[in-house]
Structure formats: structure tokens, C-alpha cells
């Protein structure tokens, strides 16, 4: 029996997880059959025998695009989407809110509720309502799940989950955007901040508005949901202190301060828990030296340190963007599901 898919937002990250499931049909893609799509601008396609993922990865990305489906029209319906009989699992990878989360959150509130589990690469849920999600989830027998919000593929959340049994995390420090890691890469060979944006829109990696990126609002709301997550804090993103990449001079980038050891600056995302539970948390850019990890982690790669008690430090570190690394991050959310309900590992 395969699991039904509902794919709500089909933009680069969902067409990529078609791109996995239809490469490995003979193998993790043959768990999975996606009987409806919705998208806001490409409208909507519902087949409850599953849709052919050859046909649905051809339609181009254009205004209507999912009305020449089988079950298509050019309007979006989420709300069908969630209450069809013939999904499962949602697949949530629509864009982030920043300010609200929404409309993810709100469809995410609607999914758990009609007792289907949601699997999301969007950070707003997990930002502005985790706690919530997750108990909503558990009262009706179902799950939440959302790799993708933080560091794409790179599993951190699934690894502080499952891989550090017994351990206390007390705080963490992370290079958690890619696009002004690579930014200050190229400032560190002499670019302007403006020339190294311009460089990151060429690759790909920085957003058409890059602001969120360099000035630190993607990595607080990364902060947000580690904070939340491992260090059992109840912060928002009002909470975080942060401070972006266009208050650094590009000459201190450049070159070290005399007398000052070999170093690196990064925009670092950090919690701390104190004694008294408190957590504080900041985003801004930090001078490391070169003997610590995250000052070793270049280009639009991310890395976090996890603090234990008695363990100590350990640094995870993997692509931090990117659509198919991203799409990864879904897949492994859905087969955890799958393991979950004890259909597979
Ligand atoms: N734009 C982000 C980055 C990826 O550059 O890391 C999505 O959070």
C-alpha cells in the first residue's frame, strides 16, 4: 500500500521531490503516490488513482499550469486538498512568512485537524506555532515534521532528535544561511557587500530581494525553531537580537586587526539556556578563529554546534539551501512517517 501525497505549493522544492520519487520509483519513490497538488498560481490537479509524476514534472511553471492535468483547474484548493479522502500525508512547501507564517500555519492547523500528517520545508509553522503543532498532531494520532525548515537536507533536527539519546542540550551556534555565508567569502577576498550579493544572485543562492539573507532575518527565524526545539524555549522572532552583514566594514572582513589571530568573520545564529532556564538568543556576525569549526565552513554550506552537557561540542555541517537538497529533506520527513507507522525503515 503506498502512502497518498497532497503536495500543497509546487515551486521548485515539490517539483524536486517529484524529481526524487520519480528517479527511485523501483525503490523509496515506489512508497509514495501523490493524488492532488495545489498552488497558488498554478492551480490545483486531484487524482485519487495518482497522478503521473512524468506529466506533472513537464507542466512549465506558469500561471494555470496544473489545469492540463487529469483533475486539473487553474485555481488552487488547498481546502479540498486537505479534506480529500484520498491524502494521506501533506506536503507543505509553499513560501515563509516571516511575520505570521501564514497561510502555511493555518493549513497546517487544518491537516493535523482533519488527522493527516504534514511534512513541511516551510519555516513559518515551526516559528510561530511549534508547541501547538506538535500537540495538535498528537491528539489526533498524527505527526509533524519539518527537516527542511533548517539547513535543507542536512538532517540537524532528525540527528539532535533520534542521534544524541541522553543528552542535554544547553546551547548551539550556527552558520545558518548559506546565501551571506558565501557573501562573506567574497568580501574576504576584497568584494564589496554589494558586489558579493550581485555574485550570490548570479549562483543562485540569494533570494531576488537577498535582504532576509544578509541582514540575518532567515537565520533568527532558524534560531527560533533550534531554540524552541532542543532548548525547550518559547521564543518568537521579536525575541532574537539580530544584526545583518551591512553594518560590517569590508575592510575589518578583508584583513585581521594587527596583532589579532588568523580569523574569520560569519554571521552566526546562537541560544544560550542559563541556570535559571532562561534561553537568550542573537544573530549577528562574529569574528571566529580559525580553530573553530564553523570558521572552517565556506560558501553557501551551513554547519550548527550543538553544546551537551557532558559531552561537550559537536558540529553537524551540510548544505544549508539548494531545491533538490531541500526536496531530500521532505523525503526523509516522509520516510520517517512511513517507519513510523511501522510500514518500513
Ligand atoms: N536563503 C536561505 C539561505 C535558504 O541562503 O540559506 C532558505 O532558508
Redesign the pocket.
Known amino acids: 500500500m503506498t502512502i497518498r501525497l497532497g503536495l500543497v505549493g509546487f515551486g521548485g522544492v515539490n517539483r524536486a521531490l517529484v524529481d526524487i520519487l520519480r528517479g527511485r520509483r523501483d525503490d523509496v519513490g515506489g512508497y509514495f503516490t501523490v493524488t492532488a497538488v495545489s498552488d497558488l498560481y498554478q492551480g490545483s490537479a486531484f487524482a485519487a488513482g495518482g497522478l503521473d509524476l512524468d506529466l506533472l514534472r513537464e507542466l512549465p511553471l506558469v500561471r494555470g499550469a496544473l489545469e492540463s492535468a487529469p483533475g486539473g483547474s487553474t485555481k488552487a484548493d488547498n481546502d479540498a486538498l486537505v479534506a480529500s479522502p484520498d491524502v494521506d500525508v501533506v506536503v507543505e512547501a509553499s513560501v515563509t512568512d516571516p511575520l505570521r507564517g501564514e497561510p502555511a500555519l493555518t493549513l497546517c492547523r487544518a491537516a493535523l485537524s482533519a488527522g493527516k500528517s504534514v511534512v513541511t520545508a516551510n519555516?513559518g509553522p515551526a516559528v510561530f506555532a511549534l508547541r501547538d503543532l506538535l500537540a495538535l498532531a498528537a491528539t489526533h494520532g498524527v505527526h509533524f515534521l519539518f527537516e527542511g525548515a533548517v539547513m535543507?537536507g542536512t538532517p540537524v533536527l532528525r540527528a539532535a532528535r533520534l542521534a544524541y539519546p541522553g543528552a542535554k542540550f544547553s546551547g548551539f551556534r550556527g552558520v545558518l544561511?548559506?546565501?551571506?555565508n558565501y557573501v562573506l567569502g567574497r568580501m574576504e577576498s576584497g568584494a564589496s557587500l554589494a558586489e558579493a550579493v550581485k555574485e550570490a544572485q548570479r549562483e543562485g543562492?540569494?533570494?531576488a530581494d537577498p535582504t532576509a539573507?544578509i541582514e540575518g532575518h532567515?537565520a533568527r527565524l532558524?534560531v527560533v525553531i533550534l531554540a524552541n526545539l532542543l532548548l525547550g524555549a518559547d521564543l518568537r522572532p521579536s525575541d532574537v537580537a539580530c544584526d545583518g552583514l551591512s553594518g560590517l566594514d569590508p575592510r575589518q572582513v578583508a584583513q585581521a586587526p594587527a596583532g589579532a589571530p588568523p580569523g574569520r568573520w560569519k554571521l552566526i545564529g546562537r541560544a544560550q539556556r542559563h541556570p535559571d532556564g532562561r534561553v537568550e538568543a542573537e544573530v549577528g556576525p562574529l569574528r571566529l578563529e580559525l580553530d573553530d569549526p564553523l570558521a572552517g565552513v565556506c560558501g553557501?554550506t551551513?554547519a550548527l554546534t550543538l553544546e551537551a552537557d557532558d559531552l561537550g561540542p559537536t558540529t553537524i555541517v551540510g548544505p544549508?539551501?539548494g531545491r533538490a537538497q531541500t526536496a531530500f529533506a521532505l523525503l526523509s520527513d516522509l520516510l520517517e512517517l512511513r517507519a513510523r507507522h511501522g510500514v518500513g525503515s
Open positions: 519555516k535543507s544561511n548559506g546565501t551571506s543562492y540569494a533570494e539573507d532567515d532558524k553557501p551551513n544549508g539551501a
